[in-house]
């Protein structure tokens, strides 16, 4: 029997199977969780269904977190499913790809400043807000990800670095806000997997081969490695962990001067 036999999850931000979080249904499935995942437009939703297929799941519902409306809807039609559920996984992050084009001063912009922490921030609050009434009283376990970038410089990151920031900081007034309630939340920093999302990211090849070249395991991580961890921290064998960000990335975090490595 699985660690999370019993459990229910719902999985925002699946949007491929190369995806991260493709790699946490995969996890969770395999240690017996029941899973309900979101699509952010019609033109994802039969890849998400197919998603859904792999790990049996029968529940897929729209849900653009750019919208309060669609959040909300997302509860009420889950909840013609199920009575409550016990992980919520929140795997969003977006900014204007002129955002990513340059450097930081130059191409920041208000407009693009607000997408990227309404969609990779804010978002993570108002879905737990929205489902928090039909995960009390069930211990429930909330998750988000993240990346190095929010605490230190990456060329290219930009403005998403600070949005990430921004959910690191969300992701702790959460816990601490949540704990009492008993529901923990926490989050993850994967280090740089081959991924739709990372295609946005210039040079991104050059950051694999970087890592591949200095980090301890001297190698690159699997989305199947990030959904490990994200499944033993929305279990029960992690009930005394919160507010932590846990970093999945082959040990490169620890390291300094990395180019003399």
Known sequence: MGFLEGKRALIVGVASPRSIAWGIAEAMHEQGAELAFTYQNEKLKTRVEKIADATGSGIVLPCDVASDEEIENVFTELGKHWDGYDILVHSVGFAPREQLDGDYIDVVSREGFQVAHDISSYSFAALAKAGLPMMEGRDGAILTLTYMGSERVLK?????????????????YMAANLGPRGIRVNAISAGPIKTLAAAGIADFRKMLHHVEETTPLRRTITPREV???????????????TGEVTFVDSGYNILGMTGLN
Not at 156 to 171: I, P, Q
């Open 156 to 172: 290219g990151y930009n403005v998403m670095g600070l949005a990430k920031a921004s959910l690191e900081a969300n992701m702790r």
């Open 227 to 241: 959904g490990n961890v994200a499944a033993f921290l929305c279990s029960d064998l992690a009930s005394g962990v």
